[in-house]
């Protein structure tokens, strides 16, 4: 890209319910809103994303001929749609963005627990115990979701840098998409142990050990993914590449 092209390529501004229809896809990738919670209701969205409720209101019809949301007979607002996150089928685009997805994850989610470990408080550490407690207790794929999300947005919080909390989210709802497709007990145990060493290494508030506590975890998480997509048993263990030469 040249200095022309960053001063005057063309913008695209997208219109305003596309910009709540990706908030809204985001939170139900997150796990923020699980299958069958119910939405805020119209006027409560309107109000706090300063939209207007016909903006609102094609959002969700959006949403609703994604399969993501459903109108429940007798009901008022939107529900969040049984296997939500499924949406269709995973196709060769996406797969071919995993390994973006978790080179992103590597770079911010790294340097956000190095953070951590370095400005994280002593009820920070609690909150991340609280998660993983929740996360051991998750008995389906919903309920990890959130436990899992809620662990790693603690981390970024803990950091006190906004933009790598925003990034984390960022890398997240675009990985989150083909987690409840495959077998939940393919990540359950390994996230468990995972999440595990990172909370040690934040409470000891060692930098270095955080940073590759993470870096182990995400690149384990990467092999489990690549052999769901594949069909395949996934390894036993992360790859043998160290987290010195994979920076996390």
Known sequence: MTSEDILLAPLHTPPAYAAVVDRLRRAIAL?????GERLPSERTLADRLEVSRVTVREALRVLQGEGLLVTRRGSSGSVVAAGATSLDKLGEEYKAEVGEVFEYRMAVETMAARLAAQRGSED???????CQESLA????VDSFRRADSEFHLTVAAMSGNMMLRQSVEDARAAAFSWLDLREFRVFHESSIRGHSTIINAISRHDPDEAAAAMAAHIDQAHDEVL???????APKSGRTRSARTVSR
């Open 124 to 130: 920070q550490i609690a909150q991340l115990l609280s």
């Open 137 to 140: 207790a998750s008995s389906d």
């Open 227 to 233: 052999a769901a997509l594949a069909d395949t048993p």
């Open 31 to 35: 796990g923020v809103v699980l299958p």
